[in-house]
């Protein structure tokens, strides 16, 4: 499975992206999507996380309030709406699903795990996002 991000762009602090995650392919076997971003220098860090079917969502807490996650769990979608962006957004943001072989989560236990990168199996290639001050 390969997912292909897209989306992503230059702006200035205060505006908005609106990026998007497909499968290459058909639909899969999944539990949930996630987005993650790394900025030069550092480490890969969580964004948001949203399971398939029930819509459960997870935010890192320096977006939440500015970004909603969303997906369209049919076609294994998922959509990341980044509003009132700041310079310290400026990252290249990825995408990422999980294969299903490791069942469901509830609703407590999944927002945490969610938010690891050993969670997930597939990734997207990344899309930039530079936000200007």
């Known amino acids: 499975v390969q997912l292909q991000a897209s989306g992503g762009g230059l702006v200035q602090a205060g505006g908005s992206l609106r990026l998007s995650c497909a499968p290459s392919?058909?639909?899969?076997?999944?539990?949930?999507g996630g987005w993650f971003r790394q900025a030069p220098e550092k480490e890969r860090e969580f964004v948001a996380a949203?399971?398939?079917?029930?819509?459960?969502?997870s935010y890192a807490d320096s977006v939440k309030g500015r970004f909603t996650i969303s997906r369209d769990g049919a076609k294994n979608m998922v959509y990341l709406q980044m509003n009132s962006l700041k310079p310290d957004d400026t990252a290249v943001y990825y995408c990422?699903?999980?294969?299903?072989?490791?069942?469901?989560?509830?609703?407590?236990?999944?927002?945490?795990?969610?938010?690891?990168?050993?969670?997930?199996?597939?990734w997207g290639q990344g899309t930039q996002v530079t936000v200007s001050s």
């Open positions: 392919g058909r639909a899969f076997a999944s539990f949930a």
């Open positions: 949203i399971t398939w079917r029930d819509g459960i969502t």
């Open positions: 990422a699903a999980d294969n299903g072989s490791r069942g469901v989560l509830g609703r407590t236990t999944a927002r945490s795990v969610l938010a690891t990168t050993t969670w997930y199996d597939y």
